[in-house]
């Protein structure tokens, strides 16, 4: 609905917890009338229990300084009706102007639903729309339902659903004296949840006085009511809707569920939708991939070739044009894993994943809703972090913060792709089964069942008294919206491009400067014992011209970096260069591929200039003669990258959402620490 009527882009999922903060976008309302539109996290009472629910509320409440709604559209579920309906009579007692928009009609009508909505808008006093936002129908009626609301020209007959007096006079009437024009409703929230508002010590030892001299019970209250709520829904929804009995709406959903959820089948297809999805990401990635590295090979040496023997060719071809081919290689892989985890959000699988997987996520401190946060990990940390303030407990929401970083995020399929392409060969098991996808779904696996194992570790460790329980709506089933999918891919293509391209391009271009020059004395050494060489033994030129430049690069700013922590990292079977890359990655972990490109490429001859960067790094030697990225090396490379903590910003949102420094020090120590003992016993056992 929000970006039917703004005409953005912003996701959308069928499972709770998507939206945990506040979406800002603007729409025409009519030739007269301009309106921001705010889209808040999903609730279905003003009582609120998850971080998300809180946003919310403090801004229907008025307790948000920054946002004064004016009007709200609510947004209700045909299909589900009486439940919707509770949050619905519960803003419209707060007296704020509303219009509800009713969407789902067409399940509804599937259902045997039928829902009189000239009587459903006189029930409840409000305008009803009905509207399907999937295929952009409803929206102009929407539009003008919201003018006339805001302007008063047409506006249903006001409704209480409440008598806020019966429930508590003295106290509520105590509240007004001091906030005037409060509804009554409201004053009720202000009683009940006062300790949360942004009030100073004066007023808020005010309002607990006055629960004290009524003897105010918010618990009786609330109960009182939601029974008072629950009677006139039933009256409205006698009045306004026909209902099927249950036994007539066997729903195709249960029917798909039967399967889908058995508690031996739905596993094992579970597992087999997992497979397919990380073996796609190689089937059908594998040809357009290869045609974008042959197009930058190709461009490299025509470039090489064709242009000067100049300092700014040489920026050119090895910082501009390598680290846009270490940028532009992975979109296809980053593009199918989108639009199939898309695919799974679309049709409502991925809230049954959720389902599917409590009973295991219980055992090990946290529960089913922590498994929406650790699938969004496989997109993006950051966000998916922030929506874990949709799990109400405060140990399982602090567990599922600190573990979520270990689910192996878009970011790192560039780096698991180029080492896995090196090490890995390309066979294929009983004619389908990729032996590089066997490998990439082993390393998100493993990502996940460390995560498991930290959880139920550190679950000793956090403490906790407050009892958790799991409820979620499992929605309906439902074909994939295409566009939907696609619009997707193209965004978060995009957003690789021009969020992580442009730290990768800057570092590339920052690479070329360390990597080309040092400090002066080191430079003219090297370049001194190179000129007595070529003078003793001219007829070796090429291989000495070769042994030249590898010296420049080690003796470079960046080769000095690079050897300083060496000795630190050569346990684990790395080099200078992967020292470097192990550094730059840590503003963003693809930075990986572009740091590569641009070391490889920096010193290189004409004739190589064309090669690929995975030619590059399969002809990479140590000082012995062997080469650099073995199977031991790259193995042990591929486990450091699962483990680390290689996220500036990860850290950044983690501080906010935890108030404390605390939480993501602890994180960034365990995960290194971590990642550096694994990727040491990966490689002592493949050396």
């Not at 009472?45 to 709604?69: C, F, G, H, M």
């Not at 006339?148 to 506006?155: G, M, S």
């Not at 009554?184 to 808020?204: G, K, S, V």
């Not at 593009?335 to 090990?364: C, N, Q, W």
Request: glycine share 6%; with cysteine; proline share 4%.
């Amino acid at each position: 609905m929000f970006n039917a009527l703004t005409g953005l882009n912003q996701q959308v999922g069928n499972f709770p917890g998507v939206t945990v903060d506040k979406k800002t976008g603007y729409t025409r309302i009519s030739e007269q009338l301009e309106a921001t539109l705010i889209d808040l996290p999903g609730t279905y009472s003003l009582y609120p229990r998850r971080a998300d629910e809180w946003v919310s509320y403090k801004v229907l409440l008025n307790q948000d300084k920054t946002i004064k709604p004016e009007m709200v559209v609510l947004v209700a579920d045909a299909s589900n009706l009486k439940r919707n309906l509770l949050f619905c009579s519960q803003i419209i007692d707060l007296k704020i102007p509303v219009v509800v928009a009713l969407s789902m009609m067409d399940l509804a009508k599937k259902n045997g639903t039928q829902i009189d909505i000239e009587g459903l808008e006189k029930e409840l006093g409000v305008m009803v729309v009905t509207v399907n936002p999937r295929k952009d129908k409803g929206i102009p009626q929407l539009k003008k339902a919201i003018e006339q609301t805001i302007k008063q020209t047409k506006r249903p007959t006001p409704k209480d659903f409440i008598d806020s007096m019966q429930l508590a006079a003295v106290p509520v009437k105590a509240i007004q004296q001091i906030f005037p024009s409060l509804p009554d409703y409201a004053a009720i929230h202000y009683l009940i949840n006062h300790e949360n508002f942004d009030f100073d010590a004066q007023m808020q030892d005010r309002i607990e006085q006055i629960e004290i001299d009524a003897a105010f019970n918010p618990t009786k209250t609330q109960a009182e009511e939601i029974l008072q709520r629950y009677g006139h829904i039933k009256q409205i929804m006698q009045q306004s809707v026909v209902e099927t009995t249950p036994q007539q709406r066997a729903m195709q959903t249960e029917k798909i569920d039967t399967i889908l959820l058995h508690r031996k089948w739905g596993y094992a297809i579970l597992l087999i939708v997992l497979f397919l999805l990380f073996q796609s990401v190689f089937w059908v990635a594998h040809y357009p991939m290869d045609g974008i590295e042959w197009v930058f090979g190709k461009l490299g040496g025509w470039l090489t070739h064709n242009l000067p023997i100049v300092w700014w060719s040489d920026l050119l071809i090895n910082g501009v044009v390598a680290g846009l081919s270490g940028i532009m290689v992975f979109i296809p892989q980053i593009m199918i894993l989108f639009g199939l985890i898309t695919l799974l959000e679309d049709t409502g699988y991925m809230a049954r994943i959720s389902f599917l997987t409590d009973k295991l996520m219980r055992k090990v401190g946290l529960n089913g809703k922590s498994v929406m946060p650790m699938i969004s990990g496989f997109a993006c940390a950051v966000p998916a972090i922030m929506s874990a303030r949709n799990i109400e407990n405060k140990k399982e929401r602090l567990l599922t913060i600190l573990i979520t970083p270990l689910m192996s995020c878009s970011a790192r399929l560039p780096v698991y792709t180029i080492l896995i392409a090196l090490v890995i060969p390309s066979k294929l098991y009983l004619g389908f089964l990729s032996l590089q996808g066997l490998v990439m779904m082993f390393l998100y696996f493993f990502g996940t069942a460390m995560a498991m194992a930290v959880s139920w570790i550190m679950k000793w460790f956090i403490q906790s008294t407050e009892r958790s329980f799991f409820i979620l709506e499992l929605p309906v089933y439902r074909g994939p919206r295409w566009k939907n999918v696609i619009t997707t891919m193209i965004e978060k293509a995009k957003i690789f491009i021009l969020d992580a391209g442009k730290i990768i391009m800057v570092i590339s271009l920052l690479l070329w400067a360390l990597s080309n020059y040092g400090p002066k004395e080191a430079m003219q050494k090297v370049t001194a014992e190179h000129e007595a060489l070529i003078q003793q033994h001219p007829e070796q030129k090429d291989e000495l011209n070769k042994n030249y430049k590898t010296a420049l690069l080690q003796h470079s700013y960046a080769g000095t970096l690079g050897k300083a922590i060496e000795p630190i990292i050569r346990p684990l079977g790395y080099d200078w260069k992967i020292g470097i890359a192990l550094i730059t990655s840590f503003a963003a972990r693809e930075v990986f591929v572009g740091t590569m490109a641009t070391l490889y490429s920096v010193g290189e001859d004409a004739t190589e200039s064309s090669n690929t960067l995975r030619q590059k790094m399969t002809a990479a030697k140590r000082a012995d003669g062997s080469s650099v990225y073995d199977l031991a090396t790259g193995l042990s490379l591929m486990i450091f990258y699962v483990l680390a903590m290689q996220c500036m910003s990860t850290l950044a949102v983690v501080k906010r959402e935890t108030r404390s420094w605390k939480w993501p020090f602890i994180q960034l120590c365990y995960m290194t620490g971590l990642a550096y003992l694994m990727s040491w016993l990966v490689y002592q056992l493949f050396k």
